[in-house]
């Protein structure tokens, strides 16, 4: 219940909780459009991707709002202004299928695209990218934090939550819900969105009812354990690089001909110490090679960055990744992070 308070008279006023129809409060026009600008209005801390999605495959539907969680998972919303119909968490089911294909370079180009559009603006990827980095946690955050043309550099999770948003829930979507939640572990949360009149303000307030708050915490811990086994294998590039063998301390790594400038002057020669590294087996931030020109110490990226501003003065705090620039001539000159994409091994 929501009360107002008069600070001079200490009068105590309940207000009476409206539907929102009453209000005319329309569902896309309004209650999406806050959703949107305010994405707290839904409950919690999300950064909207886009609204009304319908890059499906050969569908007419749209999903109501695509957002990300702070935790790198991709956040479906379905929005309705009153009570949630029979189908909302089939439909949002559907559409958490539909988007657990997306890769993190494609819903920040969604991004990109949306907010563009929106408000007029032309995000370039390298804003778009600093806004995800700095959106997300920094453990969802790879070591190296940008791609080669600006996007965050992050693993996004495969398995989308899904949110589902109304002004009230009936026994034919909690129980659905609840089963899923207790049986098959999903994610799925039931935020109820209640609306008062005051002194001509419309006041909302979120509440999550499912899972309920007592409960949260104990599934939290519980999908974290599952997260954490099911990526144990899952590392950083060059760990993963050392631990599988691909590459040893003392190895020489080439830059890879294809990334010179063309207008570099400098000739790429694979036998010179310019273009030549040796891994040192540290994984620390500064600390991954030794440059043979040099004998000074570098993380792939510092040395890239180096490299390439001495060639062509590129600007040294221009996002790249490093793991792109350098190949391997013992696995055919690929390059480490092809390797890494591709889970290659020694044995291999």
Request: proline share 4%.
């Amino acid at each position: 219940m929501i009360f107002s308070v008069d600070q001079d008279s200490d009068e105590l006023e309940r207000l009476p909780e409206e539907e929102f129809s009453e209000l005319d409060i329309l569902e896309r026009e309004d209650f999406q459009e806050w959703a949107i600008e305010e994405p707290q209005v839904l409950g919690e801390e999300l950064l909207v991707i886009t609204s009304e999605y319908a890059k499906f495959a050969d569908l007419r539907e749209r999903l109501d709002i695509l957002a990300i969680d702070p935790n790198g998972k991709l956040v479906v919303a379905e929005l309705k202004r009153d009570k949630a119909d029979q189908t909302t968490d089939l439909q949002a089911i559907k559409y958490a299928s539909y988007c657990a294909t997306l890769t993190a370079e494609e819903i920040q180009k969604d991004y990109r695209d949306f907010w563009n559009d929106r408000n007029e603006d032309e995000f370039t990827p390298e804003e778009v990218g600093e806004t995800f980095a700095e959106f997300l946690n920094q453990s969802v955050i790879d070591e190296v934090p940008y791609m080669d043309d600006g996007w965050a550099n992050f693993e996004l999770d495969d398995t989308p939550r899904i949110l589902l948003v109304a002004g009230s829930f009936g026994p034919e979507i909690t129980s659905p819900v609840m089963w899923l939640i207790e049986e098959y572990d999903m994610d799925i949360t039931c935020t109820r969105i209640q609306a008062y009149e005051h002194r001509d303000r419309v006041i909302l307030n979120s509440q999550q009812v499912i899972p309920i708050p007592e409960a949260e915490q104990y599934l939290t811990k519980r999908r974290e354990k599952q997260e954490k086994q099911k990526q144990s294998s899952v590392t950083f590039t060059l760990p993963a690089l050392l631990e599988r063998g691909v590459v040893e301390q003392g190895d020489i790594v080439v830059f890879d001909e294809s990334k010179v400038p063309d207008e570099s002057e400098r000739e790429w020669d694979p036998s010179a110490e310019y273009w030549r590294a040796r891994v040192t087996g540290m994984t620390g931030q500064q600390n991954n090679l030794e440059w043979l020109e040099n004998g000074e110490q570098y993380s792939f990226t510092g040395l890239t960055r180096e490299i390439l501003n001495r060639l062509v003065g590129r600007d040294k705090n221009k996002p790249l990744n490093g793991y792109a620039y350098w190949t391997h001539p013992e696995f055919g000159d690929r390059t480490l992070l092809n390797l890494r994409e591709a889970d290659e091994t020694a044995d291999d």
